[in-house]
Every structure is written in C-alpha cells, then in structure tokens.
C-alpha cells in the first residue's frame, strides 16, 4: 500500500428482503416536502412505487413527484428537476430507480442552491458545490452502477455529444439507501447482465493499475470471483435470492470507494464507453462490454504482471510451464468466453455505433493517465475502431 487517503462512508445501508422498513426510521429525520425522483415506469408497474408512497404518507409527507428520467440522464432534465425542487421547496429528494435517477436526484440536489451554469461548473470544471446541498435518499431497483452508496453522478449533454461523469465528495453520497434484491427481480434479462458487467468493470478499473503490492487488490479479486460464482446462478435462475443479493452487495462494494484507496486507478474503458454512450444512448453495461477486450488486449503487455495473476486469481489459469504472457492472455480468454455465455454485447455495431460517428467519439473520450497505458488520441481511434 503506498497512497495516503482519508476514507469516510457516510452512507447508511438498509439490506434484504425487509429493507424498505429503513424508510420508516429514515423519513422522519426530515421535512415535510418531498421530491420523488422515478424513472419511466417500471416502479408503477411492479408496485414498489405504492410500497414507497404509503411509507411517504404514513410519515405525513408532501409528495411532489419528478417522474420520466431517463436511462442516462440529460442536462436538460435535471434543469427541468431542479425547478420542480424549488417549486416544492424539496427537503429530501427520494430517488427509486436505477443509477441513472440516483445519479439524476445528486445532480438536482447539489443544483437546487446554485446560482450557476451547472453544467460548466460541475461537469467541466468538475467543482464542489458551495451551496447548501438537498439531501438524497434512495430506494434501489436496479443493481449495477454503485450509486446507492458513492458520490458519483454520470450526466449527458446531447448538444455537446458529451457524457461525463462528476465524482463528488462525501457530502453529496445519498444519506440512506434501501436495498431489497426482490426490487430487482423484474429486470429485464439484458439489464440484470448489463448491470452484472458494470460492477465487473469498476472493479477492474480499480484493479488494473499500479505495479505495488496492495490490500484493495486482493479485496477486488475476492469480490470477483463472488460475482462471477452468482452471476453463473442468476443467469440460470434470475430468481435466485441468494445469488441476486450477492450481486446487488458486490455491486455496491464495487464503486463506494473503497477498493480505489491507496492505488492508482485507470477508468478508461469507462471514458471509452461512455464516449459510446453520448453518441449512441447505448445502455451502459454494454457500452462498457463492447470496449473492453480490444482495451484490455492493447494495454496487456504493459502490465503483464498484472494481467498474469488476474487470470491466476480470479480464472483459475494453471500457470504452470506457461509464459507469464501466455497466462495473462489465457485469462483475458477466459473472461471473454464468460463475457459472450453471458449474453453480453461484444462490438459497437450492435449498440447502433457507425464509423461515422468514430471521429466524434475519439474527440469525446477523456484521457485518463492512472492505468498501465496512457493512450493518445490515435491509440484511443484504434481501440475503438477494433470494437466494430
Ligand atoms: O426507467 P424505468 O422505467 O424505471 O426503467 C429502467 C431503465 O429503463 C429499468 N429498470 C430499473 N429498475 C427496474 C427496471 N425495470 C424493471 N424492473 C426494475 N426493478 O432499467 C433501465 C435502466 O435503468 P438505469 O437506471 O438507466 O440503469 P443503471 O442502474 O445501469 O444506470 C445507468 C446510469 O448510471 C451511470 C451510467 O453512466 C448511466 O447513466 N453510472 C453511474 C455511476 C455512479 N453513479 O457511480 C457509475 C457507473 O459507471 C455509471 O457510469
Ligand atoms: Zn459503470
């Protein structure tokens, strides 16, 4: 281990099947006027949405609803919440849904005391805010992105054909999250293995970096090889409780900061995807998937080492008589092979990417220098060109 860090999670989890019973110590903590943050429907028709409003009426709120937000959510919507929160003179903003209405409801929260164009302040100048922050609750349905427990909030500026995602400090990580794994059973099949492939992919952004012999690295390995184990079940039996809980913990363990502590960490294949998602609306997951392998081949002989004991670690590659090269490439085989049993989507094509759109996608993808290659910009044209 050789970073400093400070680390602080300020958020209280509620776990299982009788987790929204957190609502009831959690709601009472706050003012009357209440923001409920949903998407396009899902919660009404699987009836969490009458589960939430009654725990919100028993509790003698006043509901103001922001219904609609969208799977990648634009700048232009958390305007539009913004101004239902002063109109309702918000203290909480609940937020049900997946990360997108999670990360919408923190981009409101940290927007509703803001004088400023918040789009330059905190998603190109990346600033805190300075203003009183709205607190965030939230009642999670869909498992993937970390968002229950983390400060991160990903926004999309369709004009600007840029998605872009602000990391905020602690005091903006929501106060309480439900998290009940039954909530989740009525994904969709693509969702659920979407989501299983983003909390895949934070953990090895976090584990891909960095040469030192470190903690963090051998939690990542432990939270895959338990999420590969439960992602084998629910892709069988999607109505699995134990498998789907393990997920929905890994999930959250995977992206609330803890694993990043004391090491460097890469990210790119995130900035690739969602340099994929501006332009394509693509759902993340497969955003993600659809980099990954042209990514992980390009950059492998410049952390060889690494590569090798993922594939020993979290494969099971026997390694024995083998090149530590052979090894790493056996592994990044064998994540492959799983990628594909899954489901997963595997180019861009098939997310509804052209070459067309190849010069603006390089333009749109952040550089980040903390993985074991920092790409220029004609590196990033020729992963991207071999994920068609
Ligand atoms: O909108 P509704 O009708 O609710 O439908 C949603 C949506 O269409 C549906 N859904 C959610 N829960 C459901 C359900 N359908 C049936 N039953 C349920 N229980 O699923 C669809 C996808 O939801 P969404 O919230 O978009 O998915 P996800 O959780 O993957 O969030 C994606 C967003 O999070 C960002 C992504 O970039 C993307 O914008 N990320 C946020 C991060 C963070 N805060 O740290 C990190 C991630 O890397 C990621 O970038
Ligand atoms: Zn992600």
């Given amino acids: 281990m050789i970073g400093n860090f400070t680390y602080c999670n300020p958020t209280k989890i509620y776990f299982g099947r009788d987790a929204l019973s957190g609502l009831y110590e959690e709601l009472p903590k706050y003012g009357k006027n209440v923001l409920l943050v949903y998407g396009g429907g899902s919660i009404k028709r699987n009836g969490i949405y009458d589960k939430v409003v009654a725990a919100l009426k ?53 927007s509703v005391h803001c004088g400023e164009d918040i789009w330059e302040k905190y998603f190109i100048r990346f600033e805190e805010p300075d203003c009183e922050i709205v607190p965030v609750g939230c009642v999670l349905t869909m498992v993937g992105t970390g968002s229950e427990m983390n400060g991160g909030s990903v926004i999309t500026n369709r004009e600007q054909k840029l998605k872009i995602g602000h990391v905020f400090g602690e005091n903006v990580f929501p106060k309480f999250s439900v998290l009940n794994p039954e909530f989740t059973f009525t994904l969709p099949r693509n969702q659920m293995i979407s989501g299983i492939y983003d909390i895949m992919s934070h953990i090895l952004e976090q584990y891909f970096s960095g040469t030192d012999d470190n903690t963090s690295d051998y939690i990542s390995e432990g939270l895959l090889r338990s999420l590969i184990h439960s992602a084998d079940i629910a892709a069988e039996n999607p109505l699995d409780y134990e498998a789907r809980s393990n997920i929905m913990w890994t999930a959250t363990w995977a992206l609330n900061t803890l694993i990043a502590k004391g090491k460097t960490t890469d990210w790119m294949v995130h900035m690739l995807g969602q340099s994929v998602g501006a332009h394509t609306d693509a759902t993340h997951g497969m955003t993600l998937s659809a980099v990954t392998m042209p990514y992980y081949r390009y950059i492998l002989p410049f952390g060889t080492a690494k590569f090798a004991r993922y594939a020993v670690n979290v494969w099971g590659v026997d390694p024995a008589g083998k090149t530590e090269l052979a090894v790493a490439r056996e592994g990044l085989e064998r994540m492959e092979a799983w990628m594909k049993k899954l489901g997963l989507v595997m180019n861009l094509t098939e997310l509804g990417a052209t070459r067309e759109m190849l010069d603006g996608m390089v333009k749109s993808t952040l550089i980040m220098d903390g993985g074991y290659k920092v790409l220029s910009e004609e590196e990033i044209r020729a992963v991207l060109s071999a994920s068609f």
């Fill in 58 to 110: 028993k509790n003698g709120k006043r509901i103001f609803e922001d219904g609609g937000v969208m799977p990648n959510p634009t700048i232009e919507k958390v305007k539009e919440g913004v101004e239902r929160a002063r109109a309702a003179d918000a203290d909480l903003i609940l937020a049900v849904g997946g990360g997108s209405v999670c990360d919408y409801a923190k981009a409101v929260s940290v």
